[in-house]
């Protein structure tokens, strides 16, 4: 099952919520997974397809507690390659009715095909139609991408007034969605795993938004050792290479004169790292006698290269 199936279901399973809500769930569902039809006399069929069984006991659920009527329920077979089951409920009520009370029509218009595409704001006064709006709208048209693999979340809407409208809604929780069209669709979609979190919380989705947290830390944590374990490699590289270029130095002047002939601060140095090719210039400088700082052991090697210099450029001469 895939993660946006496994928060279909979590949302499904939810109580079905007081009046108000439900319609703004429907107004939702109507609009993201509905299929209105013209019948004879000028009649009007509404339609909702899903593959998710629990979405569809859900949407038979509401119409039921909403309107007390019921609603007809047929299973096919998909056509696609995984041929899953598809379910499509069939309002059996006054359907006209239904689309005016979710404003798909327009109530003081005598057009009953004038569809008004765009959110009905009037329906979501309050804050928990609001959230059942945005729940309606995910379990219509909406899909999140396994958080192990990437935050990826996105609302496809067949209506651009629609898309628009919903990114508006979202920015009532501060966030920014971005839209772009796909294949005549328009997308309204979040990349960043913070607002994902919070779409979660919004339509009470509260088992996956703990998942994605845990994931989210767990990813982190990772991020964090790699990027200190980075920083030791490279440490640990620069010191060796360092000690390499240092240690060559001293030989040269080991059999060129000897390292007595050094200063006895050089020579000291010297010596040390030659018995200690892999430590650092501060654990070097500790065990010098008195111990000097890292900057201090740095400028001796500095005096060493100078001297293994002009060794060097002296045997070229020759």
Not at 237 to 266: E, F, R, V, W, Y
């Amino acid at each position: 099952m895939s993660f946006s199936s496994t928060v279909k279901n979590e949302i499904c399973h939810q109580p079905i919520g007081n009046a108000c809500c439900i319609l703004a769930e429907l107004s939702a569902l109507v609009r993201t997974t509905g299929l209105i039809s013209l019948k004879g006399n000028n009649q009007i069929s509404l339609d909702f397809s899903t593959e998710n069984a629990a979405l569809a006991r859900r949407i038979y659920s509401l119409l039921k507690k909403r309107y007390n009527m019921p609603a007809g329920v047929k299973v096919s077979k998909g056509r696609k390659l995984k041929r899953n089951n598809n379910y499509k409920i069939t309002y059996m009520g006054d359907a006209e009715r239904l689309l005016r009370d979710v404003q798909i029509i327009d109530t003081a218009s005598i057009n009953p095909f004038a569809f008004n595409r765009s959110i009905p704001f009037s329906l979501l006064e309050e804050e928990c139609c609001k959230r059942s709006y945005v729940k309606g709208v995910f379990l219509g048209c909406g899909s999140i991408s396994d958080p192990e693999k990437g935050y990826h979340l996105e609302f496809v809407n067949n209506s651009e007034q629609h898309a628009q409208d919903f990114s508006k809604l979202l920015t009532n929780y501060n966030l920014k969605v971005r839209i772009v069209v796909r294949k005549n669709y328009f997308v309204n979609y979040l990349k960043e795993s913070e607002q994902i979190v919070d779409v979660l919380n919004i339509i009470g989705a509260y088992s996956a938004l703990l998942e994605v947290e845990n994931i989210r830390i767990v990813k982190e944590m990772r991020n964090n050792i790699n990027r200190v374990i980075n920083c030791e490699s490279a440490n640990l590289t620069k010191t060796i290479d360092a000690s390499l270029k240092q240690i060559d130095n001293i030989n040269i002047i080991k059999n060129a004169m000897g390292l007595d002939k050094l200063p006895a601060p050089l020579s000291e140095v010297a010596l040390i790292r030659l018995d200690n090719p892999e430590i650092s210039l501060k654990e070097l400088g500790e065990m010098l006698n008195p111990p000097i700082s890292k900057s201090g052991v740095n400028h001796r090697f500095k005096k060493i290269e100078e001297i293994a210099e002009k060794i060097s450029g002296e045997r070229n001469k020759r």
